[in-house]
């Protein structure tokens, strides 16, 4: 089955980019989506398609997805995107999410 | 503004049903599916699978093939998420999460429904 794959934890300073990449086979081939989700909460969708992010979501919040990696980049970090982010992608009518990426803002 | 406002907390004993309730408003109910995504404490998500409101055709994920069921009501503007002989490993909060069709992303989601599976 298919399967992607994120970095357990990711740490920046506030103010820098953190950068969350998420791996999988081809998966540049694919559409990629991003959620972020705060403890206790349910998750948001920042990022669809690739690059795309929803009303209401800042543009420090982009996306790329390439080869076989997409990318989630926070720039201008800030304390309040201290959360865990998942990577999302679709095979063989199948939703798959990455194992998730806590971020830390210190 | 679109709402999923999902049922209360559930404990359930092995081998037992759990029916989760997701009620929607605030967008046309049968032009969007609805998918299931659950999360087990301190894990990560696992999508359960999908439903179209339109014609009610499912999408399960395989490893939950012939325990789950997902139906809808459009007399309500309800989703509703059956899991049959539950396991210690089934407790989780289930999320139900609107999808216009089973391969776009999941862009509005319910505030999520615990179930303990405890003896």
């Known amino acids: 089955s298919y399967a992607l794959t994120q970095p357990p934890s990711v740490s920046v300073s506030p103010g820098q980019t953190a950068s969350i990449t998420c791996s999988g086979n081809k998966l540049g081939d694919k559409y990629a989506c991003w959620y972020q989700q705060k403890p206790g909460q349910s998750p948001v969708l920042v990022i669809y398609q690739d690059t795309k992010r929803p009303s209401g979501i800042p543009e420090r919040f982009s996306g790329s997805n390439s080869g076989n990696t997409a990318t989630l980049t926070i720039s201008g970090t800030q304390a309040m995107d201290e959360a865990d982010y998942y990577c999302?992608?679709?095979?063989?009518?199948?939703?798959?999410f990455g194992g998730g990426t806590k971020l830390t803002v210190l | 503004q679109v709402q999923l406002v999902q049922s209360g907390a559930e404990v359930k004993k092995p081998g037992a049903s759990v029916k989760v309730s997701c009620k929607t408003s605030g967008y046309p109910f049968t032009s969007y599916g609805i998918s299931w995504v659950r999360q087990a404490p301190g894990q990560g998500l696992e999508w359960m699978g999908w439903i179209s409101v339109y014609n009610g055709n499912t999408n399960y994920a395989q490893k939950l093939q012939g325990r789950v069921t997902m139906t809808t009501d459009t007399s309500t503007n309800t989703a509703y998420m059956e899991l049959r002989s539950l396991r210690s490993d089934d407790t989780a909060v289930y999320y139900c999460a609107r999808a216009y069709n089973y391969a776009t992303p999941l862009d509005y989601w319910g505030q999520g429904t615990l179930v303990t599976v405890s003896s």
């Open positions: 999302q992608a679709w095979d063989s009518s199948t939703v798959v």
